[in-house]
C-alpha cells in the first residue's frame, strides 16, 4: 500500500531534493516595511517590518537579519555583529522584532537628523553548527525605510470633556502621536496627583503611535478660570506642552435659584392664609350686620303696623 501524504505536507517538511519539486510553496521572498516615517530628533524612532522567505520554517537561530543603507551594502546600520556596523550608528540600533516569528521590526534611539536612510533589511540563512551563512540571502531593497526628521516636538492635544461641574468628577484628555513605542512619552499636568491619571497606548497606523493620558479630578470652587497645562517629555528629553482654561459651573448657582422661589411660594401662601383670615373676619361682620339689619327691620315693620 503506498502511504497517502498529500503534497503540502512534502513541501513544508522538505529536504532540498523535494523544495525543487514543490517550487510554488505559498511563501516568497516579501518584506512588509513602513516606507516613510516622522521621527524626533534625540528621541527614537521603531520601524515595523515584517518578512516571508520560500522553504521551510526556521527558527531565530538559523537566520540573521541585517539592515543596510539602499543600494550599499557595506553600510550597515544593525547586525548582530556590531563590529560590521557603521560608526555613528553603533549602540543606537536594535532588532526589536524576532525573526524566527517573521518580524524584522527595528529600533532605533538616539536619532541624529542625518538618520534618514533609506533603511533596507536584509536576510541570511545560517548554518546550523558553523554560523555561517548559506547561499539563501535576500535584501528587500524594494521596500526601504525613509525617516523625516523633526527637530520640534508636536504639541499635545486637550481634550475636554462636557461641562466641568462643581463637586462632580472631571476628566481632560492629553495624547501626542510619536513613533517610539518603545520609550513612549511621559505626561506631567500642572494639578492631580498620579493617581488620578490613566495613561494609554494606541496605535495608529503603521509605525505611528499615541500615547493618552487622561486625568480626572472633581473642580472646586477656586478652579473656575484657572488653567491646566499638560507636558509631554519626549525620550531624548524634548518637551511641548498645551494649557487650556477650566470653567467650572457652581453647583451655588442652583440655591440662587431655589432661594427666590422659596421666598415667592413662602410670600404667597402667607398672603394666602391672611386672605382667608381676613375674608372669615369679615363674614363675621357681615353675618352679624345682616342679623343687625333684619331685628331693625322687624321693629320697623311693627311700627309702621302700629
Ligand atoms: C513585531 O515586533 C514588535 C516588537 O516586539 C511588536 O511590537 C510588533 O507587534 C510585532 N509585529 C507583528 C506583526 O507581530
Same mark, same amino acid.
Given at each position: %500500500?503506498?502511504?497517502?501524504?498529500?503534497?503540502?505536507?512534502?513541501?513544508?517538511?522538505?529536504?532540498?531534493?523535494?523544495?525543487?519539486?514543490?517550487?510554488?510553496?505559498? #511563501?516568497q521572498?516579501?518584506?512588509?516595511?513602513?516606507?516613510?516615517?516622522? *521621527? $524626533?530628533?534625540?528621541?527614537?524612532?521603531?520601524l515595523?517590518?515584517?518578512?516571508?522567505?520560500?522553504?521551510?520554517?526556521?527558527?531565530?537561530?538559523?537566520?540573521?537579519?541585517?539592515?543596510?543603507?539602499?543600494?550599499?551594502?557595506?553600510?550597515?546600520?544593525?547586525? #548582530?555583529?556590531?563590529?560590521?556596523?557603521?560608526?555613528?550608528?553603533?549602540?543606537?540600533?536594535?532588532?526589536?522584532?524576532? =525573526?524566527?516569528?517573521?518580524?524584522?521590526?527595528?529600533?532605533?534611539?538616539?536619532?541624529?537628523?542625518?538618520?534618514?536612510?533609506?533603511?533596507?533589511?536584509?536576510?541570511?540563512?545560517?548554518?546550523?553548527?558553523?554560523?555561517? /551563512?548559506?547561499? @539563501?540571502?535576500?535584501s528587500?531593497?524594494?521596500e526601504?525605510?525613509?525617516?523625516?526628521?523633526?527637530?520640534? /516636538?508636536?504639541? /499635545?492635544? $486637550?481634550? %475636554?470633556?462636557?461641562?466641568?461641574? %462643581?463637586?462632580? /468628577?472631571? *476628566?481632560?484628555?492629553?495624547?501626542?502621536?510619536? !513613533?517610539?513605542?518603545?520609550?513612549?512619552?511621559?505626561?506631567?499636568? +500642572?494639578?492631580?496627583?498620579?493617581d488620578d491619571?490613566?495613561?494609554?497606548?494606541?496605535?495608529?497606523? +503603521?509605525g505611528?503611535? @499615541? !500615547?493618552?493620558?487622561?486625568?480626572?479630578?472633581?473642580?472646586?470652587?477656586?478652579?473656575?478660570?484657572?488653567?491646566?497645562?499638560? +507636558?509631554?517629555?519626549?525620550?531624548?528629553?524634548?518637551?511641548?506642552?498645551?494649557?487650556?482654561?477650566?470653567?467650572?459651573?457652581?453647583?451655588?448657582?442652583?440655591?440662587?435659584?431655589?432661594?427666590?422661589?422659596?421666598?415667592?411660594i413662602?410670600? *404667597?401662601?402667607?398672603?394666602?392664609?391672611?386672605?382667608?383670615?381676613?375674608?372669615?373676619?369679615?363674614?363675621?361682620?357681615? *353675618? @352679624?350686620?345682616?342679623?343687625?339689619?333684619?331685628?331693625?327691620?322687624?321693629? =320697623?315693620?311693627?311700627?309702621?303696623?302700629?
Amino acid at each position: %500500500q503506498i502511504p497517502s501524504v498529500r503534497l503540502d505536507d512534502h513541501c513544508k517538511f522538505s529536504t532540498p531534493f523535494v523544495l525543487i519539486l514543490c517550487p510554488t510553496t505559498e #511563501e516568497q521572498w516579501k518584506a512588509s516595511v513602513v516606507k516613510s516615517i516622522e *521621527a $524626533l530628533v534625540d528621541s527614537c524612532v521603531v520601524l515595523p517590518c515584517t518578512f516571508t522567505y520560500p522553504g521551510s520554517f526556521l527558527s531565530t537561530s538559523r537566520l540573521r537579519g541585517i539592515w543596510h543603507r539602499k543600494d550599499k551594502w557595506n553600510e550597515i546600520f544593525y547586525h #548582530e555583529d556590531t563590529t560590521s556596523v557603521l560608526d555613528n550608528f553603533k549602540g543606537r540600533t536594535k532588532m526589536l522584532g524576532n =525573526l524566527g516569528q517573521n518580524n524584522c521590526t527595528l529600533e532605533i534611539v538616539q536619532v541624529k537628523n542625518h538618520d534618514i536612510g533609506p533603511f533596507c533589511f536584509r536576510i541570511e540563512f545560517v548554518k546550523k553548527d558553523t554560523n555561517q /551563512p548559506t547561499t @539563501e540571502k535576500f535584501s528587500f531593497v524594494e521596500e526601504c525605510a525613509e525617516i523625516k526628521m523633526l527637530e520640534e /516636538p508636536p504639541q /499635545p492635544e $486637550l481634550i %475636554q470633556s462636557n461641562t466641568a461641574v %462643581q463637586g462632580k /468628577p472631571y *476628566a481632560v484628555t492629553c495624547s501626542v502621536r510619536h !513613533t517610539c513605542p518603545s520609550h513612549v512619552p511621559v505626561f506631567t499636568w +500642572s494639578r492631580g496627583s498620579e493617581d488620578d491619571i490613566i495613561q494609554i497606548q494606541k496605535p495608529i497606523v +503603521s509605525g505611528i503611535w @499615541e !500615547t493618552q493620558s487622561i486625568m480626572v479630578f472633581i473642580p472646586g470652587e477656586n478652579d473656575d478660570h484657572t488653567e491646566i497645562t499638560c +507636558s509631554a517629555t519626549f525620550n531624548g528629553g524634548r518637551r511641548s506642552s498645551t494649557s487650556i482654561k477650566l470653567n467650572v459651573k457652581r453647583t451655588g448657582n442652583i440655591y440662587h435659584l431655589i432661594i427666590p422661589v422659596a421666598v415667592a411660594i413662602g410670600t *404667597a401662601v402667607i398672603f394666602g392664609v391672611f386672605c382667608i383670615a381676613v375674608m372669615k373676619k369679615y363674614k363675621n361682620r357681615i *353675618a @352679624e350686620l345682616q342679623s343687625r339689619e333684619g331685628s331693625m327691620f322687624n321693629r =320697623l315693620s311693627r311700627m309702621s303696623r302700629r
